[in-house]
């Protein structure tokens, strides 16, 4: 099956600077590249995602970048402010495949 | 639009025990899913269902069982619980497939004695 990487396991900013939590990923036919973000006591949510056929997609303050020659793709995160803390999870999956693969989360502090 | 309900929040089990995880949907979603959260390893898939009566396994499958009886029901059962399946259990549905916005649970945290 899919193996992803994740890191850092925790990352700690200042509120108003910015965070890169970075994933890899094993299988090259993986296409689809979600993320999710998890606040305390609740379930996943999804912030942004990613297909193959796109190398960057931006949402406000949050943007996904995909590499994939080196099967890596990342959440860059600006202005981060303290609401922003939370754990965050990147996940993989292909297109006749009906699984769905997570890594194992980014845990991260904005410090006001 | 309940979303996805999960019952109950907190359950705690002895040993060789057995016990039912619900979770429902009201979305009218196809795919249902059910996950097991621990520290340090993610989300690990245990079962998923693309329709009723449909279900198939993922990477964490021994040990729980399922049933996709009607659309919007997707129970997890634990046939003797042991205390390696302490986790919190997140249910998640989508409309299709895992390649759309998967919609998740508020979890049940399960403690095994």
């Known amino acids: 099956g899919e193996n992803v990487e994740q890191h850092p396991s925790t990352l700690s900013v200042q509120e108003g600077d910015s965070a890169v939590i970075k994933c890899t990923y094993s299988?090259?036919?993986?296409?689809?590249f979600p993320w999710y973000k998890q606040e305390l006591g609740k379930g996943p949510q999804l912030i942004i995602d990613i297909r193959s056929n796109v190398g960057e997609k931006k949402d406000q303050r949050i943007a996904v970048t995909l590499n994939k020659t080196a099967k890596h793709f990342s959440l860059h995160i600006t202005e981060t402010q303290p609401e922003d803390s939370a754990v965050y999870f990147c996940a993989a999956s292909k297109g006749n495949f009906n699984k769905f693969y997570f890594g194992s989360g980014t845990k991260l502090n904005v410090k006001p | 639009n309940a979303g996805v309900t999960q019952t109950p929040k907190f359950q705690v089990l002895k040993t060789g025990q057995s016990m039912t995880l619900q979770c429902a949907q009201d979305m009218n979603h196809e795919y249902m899913s059910w996950y097991r959260q621990d520290p340090g390893m993610g989300l690990r898939l245990i079962h998923y269902s693309v329709g009723a009566g449909i279900t198939d396994q993922g990477e964490v499958p021994n040990g729980y069982n399922v049933s996709r009886s009607t659309t919007e029901d997707f129970p997890l059962r634990l046939l003797s619980a042991a205390p390696s399946q302490t986790s919190v259990y997140f249910c998640?549905?989508?409309?299709?497939?895992?390649?759309?916005?998967?919609?998740f649970g508020p979890g049940t945290r399960l403690l095994v004695l």
């Open positions: 299988d090259s036919a993986s296409n689809y």
């Open positions: 998640a549905s989508s409309y299709r497939g895992p390649q759309e916005t998967q919609y």
